[in-house]
């Protein structure tokens, strides 16, 4: 029997290092998940941001998750933090060069949220 796969024409190769070569897999790594995109739909509206007002805008996160997903998103080199030293301690997040890059996607985002949400009643 034929096989019709070839390793080429794959774009979900799995590399040795675990991860899948796919930029769609890696996209959705980086700016995936529950809360990923609702954290940069609130930074972009009003940037810089501070933690707390992220936390009252998205009361249904844990601190421990919205800080992890912070952390994340710093780390892909999305969002830069500064931490200032003041007392009581202010840290502010803002998008970098890399994170404005995604505020077209993230308009289209909305934009077919809103979409669905009046054609789907």
Request: charged fraction near 25%; include cysteine; aromatic fraction near 6%.
């Amino acid at each position: 029997m034929k096989k019709d796969t070839n390793i080429e024409m794959q774009p979900f190769v799995k590399e040795e290092t675990g991860e899948y070569n796919c930029p769609m897999t890696k996209v959705l790594r980086i700016i995936g998940g529950k809360w990923k995109l609702l954290i940069l739909n609130a930074i972009l509206l009003e940037c810089p941001k501070r933690f707390g007002t992220l936390k009252k805008m998205m009361p249904d996160i844990t601190q421990a998750t919205l800080t992890a997903q912070l952390r994340e998103l710093e780390r892909d080199g999305i969002i830069l933090r500064t931490a200032y030293a003041e007392s009581p301690p202010r840290v502010e997040y803002k998008l970098t060069e890399l994170g404005l890059t995604l505020v077209p996607i993230i308009d289209l985002i909305n934009k077919w949220g809103n979409s669905y949400c009046v054609n789907s009643k």
